[in-house]
């Protein structure tokens, strides 16, 4: 069935350094959402992107759209501590329908660990 | 305060007996989720529904049940059936309309169900 992929599976970063993670998909999305779970918690959703090559910023994070809508990237600059969690990107393909039952498709996430 | 309640946050059972799981919310959601997560995997979709009365089977529904007969409320029972039910089980709700792409998915702080 349908999958995105993500990549690094894990990652342990020292603070200050930077890390990406990448979701890539063989079929073109419709969208694409980025969560984040902090160890022991829930997903958090960050950000939607729809639109093909879109960036969109939240402080010291980037997220990036493909031109093609078939991957994205979130890029953390300059990690702390605060940054250690599982990302997962989350992604509707283009095919959907709108409205009702829509699903999403879940990456199996990056942890990032942060070395004070 | 809005949000979605998952009870209990840990819950035990013995081998062989079925346990319903609780989710409920005040958000006014249409759409409601069930979701498994294993350590170090990602989310897999159990079952989902867009309105109530009416739900789907997600990509991993044996042994699982569900029930919406109320729109804040989603319950999800663990049946015998279910072969490998230790796990943490995550509730999410969104928006649903037809003018957005796709809302983003409202967690609760879920159930990590443990069977002895």
């Known amino acids: 069935g349908q999958q995105v992929m993500q990549i690094p599976q894990y990652q342990h970063v020292q603070e200050g350094e930077d890390f990406t993670t990448y979701c890539n998909s063989s079929?073109?999305?419709?969208?694409i959402q980025w969560y984040k779970q902090r160890p022991g918690g829930h997903p958090v959703f960050l950000i939607q992107?729809?639109?093909s090559g879109e960036v969109k910023k939240q402080k010291r994070l980037t997220f990036q759209f493909g031109e093609a809508k078939k991957n994205s990237s979130l890029h953390i600059t300059a990690t702390q501590t605060t940054d250690v969690g599982t990302y997962f990107c989350?992604?509707?393909?283009?095919?959907?329908?709108?409205?009702?039952?829509?699903?999403?498709?879940w990456g199996l996430g990056t942890s990032l660990g942060v070395n004070p | 305060d809005g949000g979605i309640t998952q009870s209990p946050k840990y819950l035990f059972r013995k081998e062989g007996q079925n346990v319903t799981l609780s989710c409920e919310q005040n958000?006014?959601?249409?759409?409601m989720y069930w979701y498994r997560q294993d350590p170090g995997q990602g989310l897999r979709l159990i079952y989902y529904?867009?309105?109530?009365?009416?739900?789907q089977k997600g990509d991993i529904a044996e042994g699982y049940s569900v029930s919406r007969e109320k729109k804040e409320s989603f319950p999800l029972t663990v049946t015998s059936a279910q072969k490998n039910p230790t796990a943490f089980y995550l509730c999410?709700?969104?928006?649903?309309?037809?003018?957005?792409?796709?809302?983003?998915?409202?967690f609760g702080p879920g159930t990590r169900l443990t069977v002895l």
């Open positions: 529904s867009q309105i109530v009365n009416d739900f």
């Open positions: 989350a992604a509707c393909s283009q095919g959907d329908n709108a409205g009702n039952n829509r699903k999403l498709i």
């Open positions: 999410a709700s969104r928006v649903t309309s037809v003018y957005s792409s796709y809302n983003e998915q409202f």
């Open positions: 992107l729809v639109k």
């Open positions: 079929t073109t999305l419709s969208n």
């Open positions: 958000l006014n959601h249409d759409a």
